[in-house]
């Protein structure tokens, strides 16, 4: 861990002060919106989120699933939520004018960053991405790192055309299901964030036993919290004490502990350059 | 044990049996036709199943088979199938698939065998036939179809929107439930049908003894009555006034209506009896009377003339007479009378030693004797009164045919009973007084004391046999006299001990 902890303690303190004062001073719901990059089934862990977020925002919480990225990254761009968590490709996206700022980056295994696993059933012969051509692939979501650009940034790194090389691609708009599509042979391969894959099985998810990774990316920046950038100043510092401070108490630990995660950090952007040179050379390449 | 034939069955099991039979009949028959009726529910319940698993698949399947969603398809189709979807029919699904209209596959339930974007599998001309119809037919279908010796219902239905087709879902589901289900069925049903089995013919088995039981009662009373016993006849109480209740008041009413005539009878032949003794004193009194007159006339003569001896031999041969004329009477009155001698038993062969003594009768009477004595040694008969009955009936047919005659003697074995007849052509005996001949001191001899057929009557009657007369005047007449076996064997322990 390179970043010191005292800081954020003195921030958390100063933060909570104002919950215990003017508690129901402002009632508004704060809206969060999750995307794929989280294992967003189990719901009794975002109530219990929700619940502690509540408690340090004294503010109502709500958190707000959307199948695809894009239609976070909607909701985002209108207002509708003022934070989400989502990948990093949306977020190095370029928008004009911008209206995201990072909030917090999540820490997975000691480090911000994580990979993208290509995994195939268990008892399938293909030793690498190149062996599956004309095969059935399984992306996660189009605007996904892990799940899209990085497997497609592979295939193109060893000379292959993405959109002709296999026979069927289709998205299933989650990290789990895909590895579920792989594990249940309706896909013979599929991309998937690491740290899904490994939070399945960390958690001994049945069909993630099913599935092995026979290929893995560089790391990227961990797909980051963020805020819209025009959204309540004070809310925003806020819900970043109050994510920062996470590791720093016992709920807080518990928390981090089922999403496997050992905490959040100060934002970097710099993290997510890696992501945005593989983007430009992806769209440099075909769609631009 | 042998098996006796039904047709010699007791009522009590025969009834029972037939109502448990007519019971389990129509509980069978009414069983079978359930099952038979939940089967073909449970048929048609499979097949709605199937259509609806399908049309749940198609209805969503739309917008993702343009989209290519095929991940989604696949969720559908997998969550329509499970056990904890809304179908609810993972073991019965064999097979469920969405296929293009290429008949390539977009969603199967087992990927591994049929991947996504080939076509269907199936080299099988039939598997060909069948594809090609699915894919023509636009209209939603279900069929029962048998493949590898399994039977399935299938359904198809099409994936459409505004009449445009762009797939087909096809569902099969396994047979084997209607099975399940119909044995699950079944077993209830079976269970009912035996349990009111049960019930019924317990009820039919009561019923039919409550039906029974006077029977028998009726059955014993009328071995009872059949065997002259009117006074161990319980009335029998019928439970209910059906026929049989009525069967069994009329049976009361004659068993007592018998027991009183018996009675009436009884009193009757007490009061005969008193009148025969009246008639027998009667007879005796005028019988003793007249020889006592006629010898109380020749000793008054004596006395009279006591210096006359010419009367003691005029008087007294009439006094002799008169006095032996008296010892015959109170003879036969003490033959009759001395009835509880000891019996002495023998066989038929002592029926042999009145011969002689009738033989010793006819004398020099132009009287022939016809003697035929049947009766071997394997009969018993208590000797002193057939021996008497025998001489009696030989002496009256010899009298009777004394002026020139056949008398003939048969005595033999019939039905179990020792038959003696004595038979004469003499004059017979006038029908008007055929019933008189058993009368005591009924005689139509000067001589005769009227005895003689009585005291036969008399003994025929103690040895429980009967003794008839046929007679035609002018052909001569037949004695014929029974004494029945039973009374015969019932003796015949104490003749071999004898």
Not at chain 1, 10 to 24: D, F, H, T
Request: hydrophobic share 40%; glycine share 10%.
């Amino acid at each position: 861990m390179s970043i010191g902890l005292s800081r954020r303690t003195v921030l958390a303190m100063i933060g909570s002060i104002p919950l215990a004062v003017g508690a129901k001073a402002d009632e508004r719901l704060v809206r969060v919106g999750l995307t794929a990059v989280v294992v967003r089934e189990n719901l009794g862990f975002f109530d219990r989120w929700r619940r502690y977020l509540e408690l340090r925002l004294d503010r109502p919480v709500r958190f707000v699933q959307r199948r695809s990225y894009r239609e976070v990254m909607e909701l985002l761009a209108t207002g509708e939520i003022d934070f989400a968590w989502i990948c990093g490709y949306p977020y190095v996206r370029r928008r004009d004018p911008e209206y995201l700022d990072l909030l917090a980056i999540p820490v997975f295994d000691g480090e911000p960053r994580y990979r993208s696993y290509v995994i195939v059933h268990r008892d399938s012969p293909y030793r690498s991405v190149g062996d599956l051509g004309g095969k059935v692939f399984a992306y996660s979501d189009p605007d996904s790192n892990s799940g899209y650009l990085v497997p497609r940034s592979m295939l193109t790194g060893l000379g292959i055309q993405p959109d002709a090389f296999f026979r069927l691609t289709f998205f299933t708009y989650n990290h789990a299901e895909t590895v579920e599509a792989v594990a249940r042979r309706v896909a013979d391969g599929g991309a998937v964030d690491s740290y899904v894959w490994e939070y399945l099985k960390r958690n001994r998810q049945v069909p993630v036993d099913q599935t092995k990774v026979i290929g893995q990316s560089d790391e990227f920046g961990f797909p980051p919290l963020v805020a819209r950038r025009s959204g309540d100043a004070e809310l925003r510092r806020r819900m970043q004490n109050a994510v920062l401070g996470m590791r720093e108490d016992v709920d807080g630990r518990a928390l981090l502990a089922e999403l496997a995660l050992d905490g959040f950090v100060e934002p970097d952007d710099s993290l997510y350059d890696g992501i945005r040179n593989l983007e430009a050379r992806m769209s440099g390449g075909r769609l631009r | 044990m042998m098996i006796v034939h039904p047709r010699y069955w007791k009522l009590g099991i025969k009834l029972p049996l037939t109502i448990i039979a007519a019971v389990a009949g129509v509980a069978l028959t009414v069983g079978l036709a359930v099952i038979a009726q939940e089967r073909s529910r449970i048929r048609q319940d499979l097949e709605e199943k199937a259509l609806l698993v399908a049309r749940g698949v198609s209805g969503i399947a739309y917008e993702a088979v343009l989209r290519n969603d095929y991940w989604s398809l696949f969720k559908a189709l997998s969550s329509m199938t499970s056990s904890s979807g809304p179908g609810g029919v993972s073991n019965d699904a064999v097979a469920g698939m969405v296929l293009d209209v290429e008949g390539r596959v977009l969603a199967h339930l087992a990927p591994e065998n049929h991947p996504l974007g080939l076509p269907l599998l199936g080299a099988d001309p039939s598997q060909r036939q069948w594809l090609k119809d699915v894919m023509q037919s636009a209209t939603s279908r279900v069929r029962t179809i048998h493949q590898d010796g399994r039977e399935y219902v299938e359904s198809v239905v099409p994936i459409q929107s505004n009449g445009s087709t762009v797939g087909v879902v096809v569902l099969r589901l396994s047979t084997q439930e209607i099975e399940t289900r119909t044995a699950a069925a079944a077993v209830i049903v079976i269970g009912i049908v035996l349990v009111f089995g049960a019930l019924g013919s317990g009820f039919g088995v009561y019923i039919s003894r409550r039906m029974v039981r006077p029977l028998n009662d009726l059955a014993d009373g009328m071995a009872a009555l059949g065997k002259g016993d009117f006074t161990s006849i319980v009335p029998i109480r019928p439970r209910d006034h059906d026929e049989i209740g009525r069967l069994a008041e009329t049976f009361n009413r004659m068993a007592g209506e018998l027991a009183e005539k018996r009675q009436l009878e009884q009193q009757l032949a007490v009061s005969e009896k008193l009148v025969a003794v009246g008639r027998i004193a009667a007879g005796v009194a005028h019988e003793v009377n007249n020889p006592l007159a006629g010898m109380l006339n020749c000793l008054d003569t004596i006395r009279r003339y006591p210096d006359d001896p010419s009367l003691i031999p005029r008087y007294f041969p009439m006094i002799e007479k008169g006095l032996h004329r008296i010892r015959a009477i109170v003879q036969g009155l003490l033959i009759e009378l001395k009835g509880d001698s000891a019996e002495i038993w023998g066989d038929g062969g002592c029926l042999e030693d009145v011969k002689d003594l009738v033989l010793v009768e006819i004398g020099t009477l132009p009287v022939q004797l016809h003697w035929r004595n049947q009766l071997g040694d394997s009969y018993c008969v208590n000797c002193g009164p057939m021996q008497q009955v025998v001489l009696n009936l030989v002496k009256n047919a010899i009298q009777a045919c004394r002026d020139g005659g056949d008398v003939a003697f048969r005595a033999f074995s019939q039905d179990d009973q020792v038959v003696v007849e004595v038979e004469d052509n003499g004059p017979g005996i006038p029908l008007e007084r055929l019933d008189k001949v058993f009368d005591p001191f009924y005689t139509n001899r000067p001589d005769g004391t009227g005895l003689g057929l009585w005291v036969t009557y008399r003994l025929v009657e103690k040895m429980a046999g009967i003794i008839e007369v046929e007679s035609e005047p002018g052909q001569g007449c037949l004695f014929r006299v029974r004494i029945p076996g039973q009374a015969l064997r019932r003796q015949r322990p104490t003749t071999e001990v004898a």
